[in-house]
């Protein structure tokens, strides 16, 4: 039972590079998330969507582009990576209901970031 | 003011003691209410949802006051294994129509042998 899955779960990358954090979910999902959590800040949500080839921007969108190509898969991308982005980031996904997501996250283990 | 607050804690408390934690949210139109937990470094995972009635799972409470807009959580007999960061997750529909999901920054508890 993979459930979500987050790849990497560690990273450090140097100020000014890029990256793409990978979700992946097998549960056949409509809702998918990217949020960062930093210490006393709490889980914001970054970017999500509510279907294959929609996304849509959350609480902290900039500096994050994200992508679902397929229905399984949300990436999250750094274009040009800051110390500021340096966090615990997840994935989570949610089957919907009624037209909105249930309150029922699943989340991927985790991704933790380091920007120099 | 943040759309959904906890008191951040810690809470630390003896084996076997009863806790109670709060979760207040500032939208009133706010539909559906859950408690997560998460342990030190791994991620969230649902608890129990909070229905109108209020209801129970074991030595877990959970109460919603939509008067007073907020929920909350009892743990009764609380055991070394209840320490852990505890969110408060409150479900509205957002001004675009869509329905969002909102976290608090959780409450730690740490309960102690």
């Known amino acids: 039972n993979a459930g979500v899955t987050q790849t990497p779960k560690f990273r450090v990358l140097k100020t000014g590079q890029s990256m793409t954090l990978l979700c992946a979910q097998d549960m056949n999902h409509e809702y998918m998330y990217w949020y960062r959590q930093d210490p006393g800040m709490g889980l914001r949500l970054i970017h999500y969507s509510v279907g294959e080839g929609t996304t849509a921007k959350g609480e902290v969108p900039d500096g994050y582009n994200v992508s679902r190509l397929k229905k399984q898969n949300f990436l999250l991308g750094l274009e040009s990576a800051a110390p500021s982005q340096t966090s615990v980031y997840f994935c989570?996904?949610?089957?919907?209901?009624?037209?909105?997501?249930?309150?029922?996250?699943?989340f991927g283990e985790g991704s933790r970031l380091t920007v120099l | 003011r943040k759309e959904v607050e906890q008191d951040p804690g810690p809470f630390n408390v003896p084996e076997g003691a009863t806790v109670a934690f709060n979760c207040t949210y500032s939208?009133?139109?706010?539909?559906?209410f859950f408690w997560y937990r998460q342990d030190c470094r791994k991620e969230p995972k649902l608890l129990m949802s909070v229905y109108s009635s209020g209801n129970e799972d074991g030595r877990f409470t959970a109460q919603l006051n939509r008067a007073s807009q907020y929920i909350s959580l009892l743990i009764r007999d609380s055991k070394l294994s209840d320490s852990a960061t505890y969110l408060c997750?409150?479900?509205?529909?957002?001004?675009?129509?869509?329905?969002?999901?909102?976290f608090g920054s959780g409450t730690q508890l740490t309960v102690l042998p």
């Open positions: 939208n009133s139109a706010s539909q559906s």
């Open positions: 989570a996904s949610s089957r919907g209901l009624a037209g909105g997501p249930t309150g029922e996250l699943f």
């Open positions: 997750v409150v479900n509205f529909i957002s001004s675009g129509s869509a329905r969002q999901l909102t």
